[in-house]
């Protein structure tokens, strides 16, 4: 009976320790419960705030999507529109209801691109047209991209658009009247430069291009003066001030002369500047120079003439006195009288001889066909010789002539080509005087005339060749530029072989020149032999 109660005893104690055990079970499951429930609870709060602020945020989005100053649809994969904000409907007419469900072709005039694998994306402003719902074609300028969901599969596309129509529309007549403008400033055959009012060149015509390259961006002074600065008393700013036209001083720009006009305008961007236009005057300045030499010339020849008739008449005077004391019976003969009276003979008749050059010299008519004839080379470059001899031997300049036997004639104008070959002994006399100052064995002028096979035909070569200065390699493609010198002022007009240049053009010929500074000169001149009919 004891054994009994006792084993009772013990699963009764037993049991109340399973009891105190369960009991913390459930305290411990019920405390995890609450804990749970908590985080429950604030997992609700926070998404119950996460869906208010995910329903603001699509609120605003509607908004800014249905505000947007851009016309904005979105298309699904198979190019369904989905939707389409307010001002779609502005710009092409169409109502959402109209368009919804539709595939966006029904107003595009070109095939979409969104979904074209080959196309980059994002499209942006891309310029096509659109047909609106009253068949009006509109120009816009679209932004497109695709769609895709979290895990990157594409699901659709969005495209924005502007209406460009009216600004394209501007653009193309703005561009018109431009493209008219420059064909008025081509036609007149005038430069144009705009220039702002920090000196920059903001636009040049063909003309100034072809001429001077792009000078876009550069500064006025810079092209027109070759100055690192702004020029004393700006006319540029004057113009911009007064706001009247004004003309500038003529400018020289790669050998060519130009007059300068300025005309004040206000710019699209409200900015005053200036319109410069620039004229060539370049033939103007030769044919007025050419004019005023030919002028000269006359005047020249004329006083010569006068001169020569008044050197002329005591000349004869002269020479025939001393042949009648010659001839005369009391004059002794075998004397120092008779050598004597011999000399002044020779003398007078070489003043006589040279006085009749110098008549038949400034007696020269305009070199065109009617005058041209058929010309000994020889003799024309003789009577032009005869009036350098005697300053080539007060000087020391030897003279070497070569010439060809058998020189055909030349069909020219022979005091015109007489004008060509005096040009030359006279640049030689030049050029050999500044290198040497006094006699010297290589103070030599070599002259040359052969015949040569060039261009299949006969040319006659005549080459001038002196041991003088030579011209400096820099510029020997512009000394027959008309006003362009070597010599000091007062002494060359720069218009010698230019006038040269044109005479033998003339005879059309061909004139070049080589040269080595310090060393010598050759101006050659290649003339047609006459045709033998």
């Not at 027109?224 to 001083?249: F, G």
């Not at 004391?325 to 003398?347: A, M, N, P, Q, Y």
């Amino acid at each position: 009976m004891l054994a009994e109660i006792s084993s009772l005893h013990d699963e009764i104690h037993r049991l109340q320790a399973s009891e105190k055990e369960y009991a913390s079970f459930i305290q411990k499951r019920t405390d995890e419960l609450v804990q749970s429930n908590n985080a429950l609870t604030l997992k609700v709060k926070e998404c119950a705030e996460d869906e208010k602020s995910l329903r603001w945020a699509k609120a605003q989005a509607e908004l800014l999507y249905q505000l947007s100053p851009c016309a904005i649809f979105t298309v699904d994969k198979d190019k369904y529109i989905t939707s389409w904000n307010k001002k779609v409907e502005d710009i092409t007419g169409y109502s959402f209801d109209e368009i919804r469900g539709r595939k966006c072709d029904i107003f595009c005039t070109e095939p979409c691109m969104l979904f074209e694998n080959y196309i980059p994306k994002p499209l942006l402003n891309k310029q096509c047209s659109l047909t609106a719902r009253d068949g009006r074609k509109i120009v816009i300028a679209k932004s497109a991209d695709l769609l895709t969901d979290p895990q990157n599969n594409i699901i659709g596309g969005i495209e924005s658009f502007e209406d460009i129509t009216e600004q394209v529309s501007m653009d193309n007549l703005l561009r018109s009247e431009r493209d008219k403008f420059q064909g008025m400033i081509t036609a007149i055959g005038q430069g144009l430069h705009i220039v702002n009012n920090e000196y920059e060149i903001e636009f040049q015509n063909e003309i100034l291009k072809d001429i001077f390259g792009d000078m876009i961006g550069r500064k006025c002074y810079s092209v027109y003066r070759q100055r690192r600065t702004p020029c004393e008393n700006c006319l540029m700013q004057d113009v911009l001030q007064s706001k009247k036209i004004q003309h500038a001083a003529d400018i020289t720009l790669n050998d060519r002369h130009y007059s300068q006009s300025y005309a004040p305008f206000k710019d699209v961007d409200s900015e005053m500047k200036c319109l410069v236009l620039l004229r060539d005057i370049t033939d103007e300045i030769i044919n007025k120079a050419k004019t005023m030499r030919t002028a000269q010339l006359a005047g020249i020849g004329e006083l010569a003439a006068g001169v020569a008739h008044e050197i002329n008449n005591p000349m004869n005077g002269i020479i025939n006195y001393a042949q009648l004391i010659k001839d005369s019976d009391s004059f002794e003969k075998d004397g120092v009288e008779e050598v004597l009276l011999g000399r002044l003979l020779k003398e007078s008749e070489r003043v006589a001889e040279i006085v009749s050059k110098l008549l038949a010299y400034s007696r020269q008519d305009d070199a065109n066909e009617v005058n041209k004839e058929e010309t000994d080379l020889s003799a024309v470059l003789d009577d032009a010789f005869s009036l350098f001899k005697h300053e080539y031997m007060k000087n020391g300049i030897k003279t070497e002539f070569t010439i060809a036997p058998n020189i055909p004639l030349l069909h020219v104008h022979p005091h015109q080509l007489q004008q060509v070959f005096v040009n030359f002994f006279s640049n030689a006399s030049y050029a050999l005087n500044e290198r040497y100052t006094g006699l010297d064995a290589n103070k030599i002028l070599e002259v040359s005339v052969d015949l040569v096979f060039k261009d299949n035909e006969d040319i006659v070569r005549i080459c001038f060749k002196d041991h003088g200065i030579g011209v400096p390699a820099e510029i020997i493609d512009r000394i027959m530029y008309p006003f362009f010198t070597t010599k000091a002022e007062g002494i060359g007009t720069g218009l010698g072989l230019s006038v040269t240049k044109d005479l033998v053009e003339g005879f059309h010929g061909t004139i070049s020149v080589n040269s080595e500074e310090g060393e010598f000169t050759s101006m050659l001149v290649y003339l047609p032999v006459l045709p033998p009919d």
